[in-house]
């Protein structure tokens, strides 16, 4: 094979071809005989459930894997990228769904790391803070170049490992899942950045579970089902019900199941007293049986911090917490689960799973106490009640030994809510309960929080997406800087009311 020349990527971008590309793993395929064109200069999308092939198509392309069989083309030329600084080499970036942030080095020193301007092997501060403030400004992302990445959300995270990308000047560029951790005044303000990199004639392969996004951006869109390629088509002729029945092979139907009200005599199952911890302040809130509580607001308004406060995760400075009219006194999670307050975290890979561990261990994790005897873990009760927990949440997988980190994102989140379930909770904290997850997946979330409810479990929703927090909530509130600014009910939720709360200049 021969690598084509090294070009002015600021005008010369090239058509990407692949040619019966196949990948397997583990003797599992994830690509069949895949035969796709990318034209240069053009959004093209690539969309399906986790596990669809999707991402491997993009690592492929990206240099960070290599195909079993088939061929790739740049242009005239047939490629094999040794490594992504090889594609990169030759014009290609991508922005992976895992972070890869340097968590000791300021967030200028991550953006232009590997390229940063020297003298004499000295890297030359000033102007490495120049190249990043107008590379930022360019952007729209407001940040301090000598901030300490490892000090930044998950969704300020995001926005690095994407400025990164674009520093680099490259013809083609893979985005998987660039806005998942972004608000959405954010994901605008990317998707703007996505339309201008078009425009100048570089080519954006975008690869998101969010389609209104992808209609809403892309020229082109292919869809991909269980390695296979199913169809490739103009976005011009694509709607969202069309997309996903191509990527089911079904209809899903309404993606929010039915509310089911809440009884006017539930009980209060949890109330929270003038609550202040680190980024939350004087919250009050209230939770009956059976209700699922939203909470909105951009990111850094104080949600996943008002969540952590009441899974006792976080100081609190004062306030309390009653749960099941008893007072919820302790410093750790601990104390939340012998209350049976549990919650799902913001980021399942951070912050919840054993990633190489084996779905067992990460399901019963919160639970071995009873699991045990004298100490010793009851290996057979074990296996049964996981099993049982699995049949429950619906997760696919190869059995209770499998590793965590080999199933899909939305197989990964319904271990966690396996595990939580065990606890056998009165409240449920789900904080993105859908990140990173395809949309069949998200419909299944969505009916066993609704089937949970039912049950008379108590549950608090927080999202970035606002439709997902109207589509599931029976309340909203809405919080800004630390704060519950308002709360809203019945025909008040809607998105006008929300976002006009989130950006409102008083309290």
Request: glycine share 8%; proline share 3%.
């Amino acid at each position: 094979m021969t690598s084509a020349p090294h070009r002015n990527l600021e005008t010369d971008t090239q058509e990407i071809r692949l040619l019966g590309v196949s990948k397997s793993f583990g003797g599992v395929a994830a690509l069949s005989d895949i035969a796709l064109t990318i034209k240069p200069g053009e959004i093209h999308s690539l969309v399906g459930e986790n596990g669809a092939g999707k991402s491997t198509l993009g690592k492929i392309i990206s240099g960070i894997i290599a195909q079993d069989s088939g061929s790739l083309k740049l242009g005239d030329h047939e490629m094999s990228f040794s490594s992504p600084r090889d594609a990169l080499a030759h014009g290609i970036v991508t922005i992976a769904q895992e972070l890869a942030i340097v968590p000791a080095l300021t967030v200028a020193e991550n953006v232009l790391l590997g390229d940063e301007p020297r003298t004499r092997g000295f890297i030359k501060r000033r102007q490495l803070r120049k190249q990043f403030s107008d590379l930022a400004e360019k952007v729209g992302f407001k940040f301090s170049a000598d901030t300490i990445a490892g000090t930044l959300s998950i969704a300020d995270q995001q926005k690095v490992e994407i400025l990164r990308a674009l520093s680099r000047n490259a013809s083609i560029i893979i985005m998987d899942e660039p806005t998942a951790a972004l608000s959405r005044i954010e994901s605008h303000a990317l998707h703007e950045v996505i339309r201008s990199l078009a425009s100048e004639g570089k080519t954006v392969i975008l690869i998101s579970h969010f389609l209104s996004e992808v209609l809403s951006l892309s020229n082109t869109i292919t869809v991909l089902r269980d390695g296979h390629l199913i169809k490739t088509l103009a976005a011009s002729d694509a709607t969202e019900d069309g997309l996903i029945e191509l990527m089911l092979g079904r209809s899903l139907g309404a993606l929010y199941p039915p509310k089911v009200p809440t009884k006017f005599d539930s009980p209060s199952v949890m109330f929270v007293n003038n609550l202040s911890a680190p980024g939350a302040s004087n919250a009050w809130l209230s939770l009956r049986a059976g209700e699922i509580l939203g909470i909105a607001g951009l990111v850094g308004s104080g949600r996943s911090e008002l969540a952590r406060a009441i899974y006792q995760d976080s100081k609190t400075f004062s306030g309390s917490i009653t749960v099941n009219g008893k007072p919820l006194s302790g410093k750790s999670p601990r104390t939340a689960l012998r209350s049976r307050v549990v919650m799902i975290p913001e980021s399942r890979k951070d912050s919840g799973l054993l990633l190489e561990r084996s779905i067992q261990e990460n399901i019963t994790l919160s639970s071995l106490e009873n699991m045990s005897k004298w100490g010793w873990i009851l290996r057979s009760r074990e296996s049964k009640v996981t099993k049982q927990a699995l049949e429950l949440v619906k997760v696919k997988s190869a059995g209770v030994r499998q590793k965590v980190s080999a199933l899909s994102g939305g197989n990964q989140q319904k271990v966690l809510f396996a595990r939580m379930l065990l606890n056998s909770p009165r409240v449920l904290i789900a904080d993105e309960p859908t990140r990173g997850v395809d949309v069949g997946s998200k419909r299944a979330i969505y009916d066993l929080l609704t089937d949970l409810a039912k049950d008379g479990l108590g549950i608090i929703v927080i999202s970035s997406d606002l439709e997902e927090v109207l589509g599931l909530a029976h309340r909203v509130i809405v919080m800004r800087q630390g704060r519950i600014v308002t709360e809203l009910t019945g025909r008040a939720m809607n998105e006008q009311a929300v976002l006009e709360a989130a950006f409102a200049e008083q309290f």
